[in-house]
């Protein structure tokens, strides 16, 4: 049996929708997209072979701007994939600075015009790591026959952030197989259809070379529990409820975003109440929730059970965790 402690949880599993945005050059109209990185900073590099969705509206009351135009001034640096209403796709065509000006109609029938410099830059370093992997060992699994989210982040060499979607420069080797799915990949995450064969695989980066390993299993594949992430801020009292999170182990790796049967019980039912939930977010791709709650003070334990594990026989794990009165 494993005692488990409150912890920081340093693994983001869901994205915060932020977006930076920045005046334009005659200062009529707002240009603005969403980011995950440097939220203040609008004019980080676009990805040169990635692209970028920009909005855009009037400065005075943030209402959509109706595009009747928009262009660059040097299409070998950036070009308009295209544009309607008051969102425009742009693309990185080559290293530069290149001037956008777009024309449109605000809510009041205004016709005006506005303009922003953006940059593009080929990225010199590529951040891959998995969602469960707090540790950055590099080295998870994933169930066969899923779809899953790799995250990953382009970056210069002084640290720079460098944007976009639609540019994954990774190739994949091994036993395994997977298949990017690039209508859900976006400028954090990349999109994975696993095949049905277990095995191993590794992505490596054509930029610089950065690796990422992967362990492809099947449920029955699955032998152990890795210790619950308790969301707790400082202990649990008897009458509280809190979330907890779970995945399965094979051979001591731990399987992301594992969409598997599990069960959950309470050893101790005098003392906690422990049952399954589902997702703090129903959009999530982490599927291992669930809570406990605190019934009289003491020592509460609990099995997490996966019954599909160890060939069909169910693969458990036994823990405890302290109720405060």
């Known amino acids: 049996m494993r005692r488990l402690s409150a912890v920081s949880l340093s693994v983001v599993f869901f994205s915060v929708a932020c977006s930076s945005s920045l005046t334009g050059n005659e200062g009529n109209f707002q240009f603005s997209y969403a980011a995950d990185d440097r939220i203040t900073d609008f004019n980080k590099p676009i990805a040169v072979g990635a692209k970028l969705d920009l909005e855009v509206r009037d400065v005075g009351g943030q209402q959509p701007v109706n595009l009747t135009d928009a262009s ?9 994939v295209s544009f309607n209403d008051h969102e425009l796709t742009v693309t990185a065509t080559g290293e530069g600075n290149a001037l956008l000006s777009v024309a449109g109609t605000t809510v009041d029938g205004d016709d005006l015009t506005d303009s922003v410099n953006l940059l593009a830059r080929v990225p010199e370093v590529h951040l891959l790591w998995h969602t469960c992997d707090p540790t950055g060992s590099g080295e998870a699994g994933y169930l066969t026959s899923q779809r899953v989210w790799l995250p990953f982040d382009f970056e210069m060499d002084n640290g720079q952030p460098v944007i976009g979607y639609g540019y994954y420069p990774v190739a994949l080797s091994g036993d395994a197989a997977m298949t990017i799915n690039e209508t859900d990949s976006t400028q954090a ?26 362990l492809i299993a099947a449920p029955e594949q699955i032998d152990g529990v890795a210790d619950p992430i308790a969301f707790v801020l400082e202990d649990i009292d008897v009458g509280d409820v809190n979330s907890f999170y779970v995945l399965p182990t094979v051979d001591g790796t731990t399987l992301c975003q594992a969409e598997v049967t599990k069960q959950v019980a309470s050893v101790t039912p005098d003392i906690c109440d422990v049952r399954d939930r589902d997702p703090l977010d129903p959009s999530s791709y982490e599927y291992g929730w669930f809570e406990v709650e605190g019934l009289a003070e003491g020592t509460c334990e609990f099995t997490v059970t996966y019954p599909d594990g160890n060939g069909g026989q169910g693969a458990s794990g036994t823990f405890s965790y302290t109720i405060e009165p």
């Open 72 to 80: 660059f001034d040097d299409t070998a640096v950036l070009d308009v």
């Open 189 to 214: 995450h990349m999109a994975y259809d696993i095949g049905d064969t277990p095995g191993a695989l590794t992505m490596t980066s054509d930029i610089d070379g950065a690796t990422l390993s992967m």
